[in-house]
């Protein structure tokens, strides 16, 4: 496997950063950014809902 230089166990930040250049366990990444995604819908829906019931509640 290809190393970077100065991607040794000393070096602060090699173990994310190392696995980010070389490319290894890119499932995982991709699994974590679907996550991300997923959130920041869920999160937009929940503010719509939540505007929406506040402007009903205005009107009445």
């Known amino acids: 496997m290809y ?3 100065g991607a040794g166990v000393g070096v602060a ?3 994310v ?3 980010a ?7 995982w990444w991709l699994a974590v ?4 995604v ?3 819908t ?7 809902r939540r505007n929406r019931r506040l ?3 205005r009107e009445h």
């Open 38 to 40: 997923l959130l920041g």
């Open 21 to 27: 250049a070389t490319g290894a366990d890119v499932g």
């Open 42 to 48: 869920v999160a937009l829906i929940a503010v719509h």
């Open 33 to 36: 950014g679907v996550l991300l």
């Open 13 to 15: 930040g090699g173990g």
């Open 3 to 5: 190393r970077m230089p």
């Open 55 to 57: 402007s009903q509640a």
């Open 17 to 19: 950063g190392t696995l």
